[in-house]
């Protein structure tokens, strides 16, 4: 965990030391802030805007979303869309945390159980409809 901090660390360090390469100034949130009067260096505060390719950012995010739109009407249209996301309430989780814990305090335990049950997920899929 502490080298992943470190690594995250040494990205956001670099992101806000090298705006001016990354020309940070002509992205659209900065913008947007000018043209809604918030004009003042005060309003708008020390901003460091996060690019794409930052992937725990909301912009990556979006930018997933949109590949994933765009790759969706490439296809015309599949019947289904699934949507899974996790539920803190798996038994999994349940069993796997220490007295006291919550389980947004083993995110590392999240990820794990819910990459088992999305595979469980898919394998169904495959099995049973294809």
């Known amino acids: 965990m502490d080298a992943y901090v470190a690594i995250e660390q040494n990205r956001l360090k670099y992101l806000r030391l090298n705006k001016k390469e990354l020309r ?8 947007d802030a000018i043209a809604e009067g918030d004009n003042s260096i005060a309003a708008i505060g020390q901003r460091i805007i996060l690019p794409s390719s930052f992937t725990v950012g909301p912009r990556h995010m979006v930018q997933n979303h949109q590949d994933a739109m765009v790759i969706y009407k490439w296809a015309h249209c599949p019947a289904v869309f699934v949507t899974f996301i996790y539920n803190p309430q798996w038994p999994e ?3 796997a945390l220490l007295l006291g814990q919550e389980p947004q305090d083993r995110p590392y335990l999240i990820t794990q159980v819910f990459k088992i049950k999305l595979k469980e997920l898919i394998n169904d899929i495959h099995k049973n409809i294809f």
Request: net charge positive; charged share 25%; hydrophobic share 35%.
């Open 24 to 31: 940070a100034d002509l992205y659209q949130g900065l913008q």
């Open 93 to 95: 989780i349940k069993r």
